[in-house]
């Protein structure tokens, strides 16, 4: 983090990856140095209007106080914070953020973007193509480098279908079916479900009082996964999610035109981890429905990717579309 005899030290920058299953932060410089982290599984809140900027404050302050001290590295000189939801609940953090964040570390220059775009940068960089950020919940992203285009990432009540609280919760179903002897029911699940939570009838109690729900219903994917092997119904559960996220990706990936070099696409995201039983589903899928995007692996995650917008917006440019709501910067505290 020291920078060579008789140089300045390059601008300091900030990086934060918040969603479902909590937030995670890293600070360094612009050099290209390998930046400092930590996380929290506290996800942040949400309220009337949307993803409470103060609740965020709260967890930052102390995660970036212990990053300062570590690297050295103080006032960046540009923060991007990635945060799920967004888009579409992102009027306090948009208004609130850029100035608690100029006055707690002297940050000079804020982006806030969608999860999706931090996942899109940390996979792709900068060039056309698309990426579906699967964790929690779903969102797929896309651009020609002209405009952004999304696809769900409508919340685990709404949508994110395919993500891993879709997956946990029809996981879940399946059990509660096979509990109560209906049809469509799965034994295998069941007995998962009872050994992760306890006994059914308690379930709800358990679920629908916490914060953290999307993240609870995530947490029964991978035994999911694990079931899907021997259970049919398991299987399916996945073949299905897999055709929600093939569906989300065709909705954004920019189309064939014949040009060169070929959009490219991505999958990130926890989900990722399930191995197997989603991924061969998923690349069936994606290959039926773009025959033409070529697959790539992700080159890095949703915070790589905030760490990749954060050292452009202090060196340079984005080279990302900025539209003021998947993409919104500010400049010393106030709408750039």
């Given amino acids: 983090m020291t920078s060579p005899a008789g140089r300045e030290p390059s601008p300091g920058v900030l990086a934060v990856d918040s969603g479902g299953s909590g937030l995670r932060v890293a600070l360094g410089r612009a050099d290209g140095g390998e930046p400092a982290s930590r996380s929290s599984r506290v996800p942040v809140r949400t309220g009337a209007r949307g993803i409470d900027p103060a609740h965020l404050m709260e ?17 960046p000189a540009a923060a ?18 850029p100035g608690a964040l100029a006055r707690a570390f002297g940050v000079g220059t804020t982006a806030l ?30 651009t020609d480098l002209t405009a952004w285009h999304r696809a769900d990432g409508w919340g685990h009540l709404l949508g994110d279908c395919g ?20 049809s469509g029911g799965s034994a295998a699940l069941l007995a998962c479900a009872q ?15 916490r914060p953290d729900r999307p993240a609870v219903l995530a947490s029964f994917a991978p035994l999911v996964a694990s079931c899907a092997a021997a259970d049919p119904l398991a299987a399916d559960i996945l073949r299905t999610a897999a055709r929600h996220i093939a569906d989300s990706a065709a909705a954004v990936c920019p189309r064939d035109t014949g040009a060169r070099p070929r959009p490219r696409l991505a999958v990130t995201g926890g989900l990722v981890e399930l191995g197997e039983p989603l991924l061969v589903p998923l690349a069936e899928e994606l290959a039926r429905r773009l025959p033409y995007a070529r697959r790539v692996p992700a080159a890095g995650d ?10 452009a917006l202090a060196t340079g440019g984005l080279g990302l579309p900025v539209d003021g709501t998947m993409l919104w910067v500010a400049r010393n505290g106030g709408a750039a």
Avoid: C, N
């Fill in 80 to 97: 991007v914070i990635g945060a799920a939801g967004l888009a579409t609940l992102g009027e306090a953090l948009r208004a609130e953020l």
């Fill in 59 to 75: 967890q930052l302050v102390p995660m970036v106080r212990a990053l300062e001290a570590e690297t050295g590295v103080s006032r």
């Fill in 113 to 142: 973007a969608a999860d999706a775009v931090t996942a899109y940068a940390g996979a792709l960089g900068t060039g056309p193509g698309a990426v579906v950020a699967a964790g929690t919940g779903l969102i797929a992203i896309g």
């Fill in 195 to 209: 050994e992760r939570f306890g006994p059914m009838p308690g379930l709800p109690g358990l679920l629908y009082p």
């Fill in 302 to 311: 949703p915070l790589d990717g905030a760490v990749r917008l954060a050292t």
């Fill in 163 to 182: 993500g891993g609280a879709w997956i946990g919760r029809a996981g879940l179903e399946a059990a509660l079916r096979a509990h109560d002897g209906r």
